[in-house]
């Protein structure tokens, strides 16, 4: 196979992949703050993430993927000021705080699953390891850390080159990004602990050697992705955003208990957003673009997965409906290709498909590149050199890195009906029924009141589709 280079976000180029351990390659992913449903741009990062973990799987590798879950210590800022999101969100819905983090974890999860991404080995959550939190904090206390009122914070002075990740020296500095505390030494320095305010009433909260209180964001990650991958790992992934405070202050952290230069990881890998024009895609917003936003719209959630994969991970994705609606009728062409080499499966072909596979593997080698992927997929399944049997065996290594499920969607999968509809499948099939008979006797006022009927009810007759759909479902 192609030796695989991955872009090292660290060093701002790219690298050959040189795992520690080829049998099992150890990844760890910064997961969800579960105070609110996941948007789909939260979601781009782990459609990436699972790229990368299907092609190291593909390329023959073993793989312990962590991905962790926040429900406590994340701020409403980037930094140290402001409520925690967990306590935030309990606070504003009335709930018990436990529940409103099992409820949008359960949600996360079913997102997931709906995109046709794997399982990682395990979904740490942080509340699990507020004690192996407090013990890293007071291993590096005495030589990186100071005491505020309000908790211990990390002097960043203290490890070398603190910031290189996020490009401090060459690309200008992030520090208004971060919220001034009183009595900071330096700007960039970051809570290890905050100390619960006298009168505060938390839900979420624990006694340490600096007061009862919660962790700082930055410090689960450290704890969590060292306990179940080691003082070293592969690959750190992430959203871009997290390039600027969240992974620089890991690194950090990692370098004070390690007591060398060494950041944790091999590989930093950052995707990048999701760009909403529109400004729906924001919780702040109000009006947050969830995957079951896209599937009461009558998306299907695995045309969300192929527009990411129309776009490299490292560039911005614009997401607009149009965009959708191409994505979901890519797909539709896809499956409906697929439904006619099943047909035609005995057929014989003159020419191999393991070219095919190569091209493949050389594209996906490149920094993971799924636009210039999919390309390869459509010659394949047009090319009629290649038997049908032979295009569809091919398929899989196509379905195995790209996620598709190609082999399994079925037509009838993809018919996803508005969450307003007042109609079912069976009714629809029934009044196409009908409409194809008042065609035939040429009753055209009756095909027509038909068809205004099920536009009524958010089904969009197509006439004349190319593709053979009797219909789909209005946006």
Same mark, same amino acid.
């Given at each position: 196979m192609t030796p695989l280079t991955l872009y090292n976000s660290l060093t701002r180029s790219l690298e050959l992949f040189q795992p520690a351990d080829p049998a099992n390659v150890r990844i760890y992913s910064c997961g969800p703050t579960v105070y609110h449903y996941a948007h789909i741009g939260n979601l781009r990062a782990y459609l990436f993430t699972d790229t990368l973990g299907r092609v190291l799987t593909w390329k023959g590798h073993g793989l312990t993927h962590v991905i962790n879950i926040t429900d406590v210590g994340h701020l409403t800022s980037d930094a140290d000021a402001g409520d925690d999101k967990m306590e935030a969100a309990a606070k504003a819905s009335g709930r018990d705080i436990w529940a409103v983090a099992a409820h949008y974890t359960q949600a996360f999860k079913a997102n997931l699953k709906d995109l046709n991404v794997r399982d990682p080995a395990r979904f740490p959550l942080a509340t699990d390891h507020v004690p192996g939190m407090i013990a890293f904090g007071e291993a590096i206390a005495d030589k990186h850390c100071y005491r505020l009122p309000d908790g211990l914070y990390f002097d960043t002075s203290t490890v070398?080159?603190?910031?290189?990740?996020?490009?401090?020296?060459?690309?200008?500095?992030?520090?208004?990004?971060?919220?001034?505390?009183?009595?900071?030494? /330096?700007?960039?320095?970051?809570?290890?602990?905050?100390?619960?305010?006298?009168?505060?009433?938390?839900?979420?909260?624990?006694?340490?050697?600096?007061?009862?209180?919660?962790?700082?964001?930055?410090?689960?990650?450290?704890?969590?992705?060292?306990?179940?991958?080691?003082? /070293?790992?592969?690959?750190?992934?992430?959203?871009?955003? /997290?390039?600027?405070?969240? /992974?620089?202050?890991?690194?950090?952290?990692?370098?004070?208990? &390690?007591?060398?230069?060494?950041? &944790?990881?091999?590989?930093?890998?950052?995707?990048?957003?999701?760009?909403?024009?529109?400004?729906?895609?924001?919780?702040?917003?109000?009006?947050?673009l969830t995957l079951p936003t896209l599937v009461a719209r009558g998306f299907h959630p695995l045309a969300y997965r192929l527009m990411c994969l129309q776009a490299h991970y490292r560039s911005e994705l614009e997401f607009s409906w149009d965009n959708l609606v191409a994505a979901q009728t890519r797909l539709k062409r896809l499956v409906q290709t697929v439904a006619a080499l099943r047909v035609r499966g005995d057929a014989k072909g003159a020419a191999s498909a393991s070219p095919y596979a190569e091209r493949l593997d050389a594209a996906l080698s490149d920094d993971l590149n799924t636009p210039k992927a999919l390309p390869i997929l459509d010659e394949l399944l047009a090319d009629k050199k290649v038997g049908p049997a032979d295009r569809l065996a091919a398929l899989a290594d196509f379905d195995a890195v790209l996620g598709l499920n190609l082999l399994d969607l079925s037509r009838e999968d993809l018919r996803v009906r508005p969450a307003d509809a007042r109609i079912d499948e069976a009714g629809i099939a029934a009044r196409l029924a009908d409409r194809r008979e008042a065609r035939a006797a040429k009753d055209f006022p009756r095909s027509d009141t038909i068809r205004d009927e099920l536009a009524a009810l958010g089904v969009e007759v197509m006439d004349g589709d190319p593709l053979g759909w009797d219909w789909k479902v209005t946006v």
């Open positions: 070398p080159d603190y910031g290189r990740l996020a490009g401090t020296r060459d690309e200008g500095p992030t520090e208004g990004r971060i919220d001034t505390v009183a009595g900071k030494r /330096h700007a960039a320095d970051f809570a290890i602990w905050r100390t619960s305010a006298p009168g505060e009433n938390r839900q979420m909260e624990w006694d340490s050697p600096w007061g009862r209180g919660a962790p700082g964001w930055h410090l689960e990650c450290s704890v969590m992705s060292r306990q179940y991958l080691g003082d /070293h790992f592969d690959i750190h992934t992430g959203g871009i955003d /997290h390039r600027e405070i969240h /992974h620089p202050n890991e690194i950090a952290q990692n370098q004070a208990i &390690g007591g060398t230069a060494d950041t &944790g990881a091999s590989l930093w890998m950052h995707n990048n957003f999701l760009v909403d024009r529109t400004g729906k895609m924001s919780k702040s917003s109000g009006e947050t």
